[in-house]
């Protein structure tokens, strides 16, 4: 007969605990973000719907509040309005002392430098919509950084590739290349001598270490180098922000009256114009070129939806939603 021997059975492990699941951005709903990385702000939770009236919504604005925004723009503009003041997202329109109940949905706006602006922190509630545009200014403790309502304008703009290049500035008005690259796209079939040496300099190879080119040997050098061309017609180049070539011409080179309607001319005559800029980004409404390289368009009024060729019943039902 045999002896059965009953064993305890050994309890199974404690399955292992996992961390959360990283919140998904679905449809365009974006997460609260941090505005260039201000030290000390942590991100929120994500915030589904528009954000001034909660009313679902793909992105996060919904058409209607878009439509709102953009005549109020419109009206500010017009108005000319200075001053510090806030706009009501709730309500769209000026806040004043009833608007008390809606502090959480002000936007502060003050005219800085010129424009009108949008001061944001990024801890805001709303700051979402001021998503992918640029600012270029530091940050200021407390009311953020400034971010432009409207797109810019009674300025000078590059005839080849749209870009902003000045606002009411006199002598800047001649201007009608923002580069030597833009200028050259008009002539890139022509045999003039001054066409030739555009050409040079745009097939030459720029580094922070880059002193001068030598248009005689069609060849940049450092300052090492310089002897060896101290007999040759030579110019000056600034690496501005360690990777963008600027050409320093003198009022007496010849090519200071062929390049005179290139932006960059001081009223002394001196010239200090961009040879080429194809890395950086440009604004994806106005084609304005953008100083920060994480932003997708220039101003509030760039980065709102386009009105679009749409059948009437299409537009209710968005507006509806």
């Not at 492990?13 to 990283?22: I, K, S």
């Not at 500010?76 to 109940?101: I, N, P, Q, T, W």
């Not at 509630?125 to 640029?134: L, P």
């Not at 932003?295 to 709102?304: G, I």
Request: charged residues 20%; proline residues 7%.
């Amino acid at each position: 007969m045999m002896d059965w021997k009953v064993e305890a059975i050994p309890p199974r492990p404690a399955p292992p605990v996992l961390p959360p699941p990283t919140p998904i951005n679905r449809g365009g709903c974006r997460s609260l973000f941090l505005l260039h990385q201000e030290p000390g702000v942590l991100e929120k939770t994500i915030r589904l719907g528009c954000v001034a009236c909660q009313r679902a919504c793909s992105g996060s604005i919904c058409r209607r509040c878009v439509a709102q925004v953009k005549k109020n723009l419109e009206l500010m503009k017009k108005e000319g309005r200075d001053g510090f003041f806030g706009y009501c997202l709730k309500c769209h329109e000026v806040a004043k002392g009833s608007h008390l109940a809606h502090q959480d949905n002000i936007i502060p706006v003050d005219r800085y430098k010129g424009h009108l602006v949008a001061w944001v922190t990024g801890k805001e509630n709303w700051a979402a919509i001021f998503h992918g545009i640029q600012s270029d200014m530091c940050y200021r403790p407390p009311i953020g950084r400034p971010f432009l309502l409207h797109t810019p304008e009674e300025c000078c703009r590059c005839i080849e590739c749209n870009d902003v290049m000045y606002t009411k500035r006199l002598y800047d008005m001649l201007s009608l290349y923002c580069t030597i690259n833009c200028w050259l796209e008009e002539r890139s079939g022509g045999g003039a001598a001054e066409v030739q040496v555009a050409k040079a300099l745009l097939a030459m190879e720029f580094d922070s270490s880059t002193h001068a080119v030598c248009l005689t040997c069609s060849m940049a050098f450092s300052s090492s180098e310089a002897s060896d061309h101290a007999e040759h017609d030579m110019l000056s180049i600034v690496m501005e922000s360690g990777r963008l070539p600027r050409l320093q011409i003198p009022s007496a080179h010849y090519l200071a009256h062929v390049w005179r309607n290139i932006k960059g001319w001081d009223p002394d005559g001196m010239g200090d114009i961009l040879i080429k800029d194809n890395s950086s980004p440009r604004c994806q409404t106005c084609q304005m070129r953008l100083v920060d390289g994480g932003s997708k368009t220039c101003s509030f009024e760039c980065c709102l939806p386009q009105p679009s060729l749409l059948p009437r019943p299409l537009q209710r039902q968005q507006l509806a939603g």
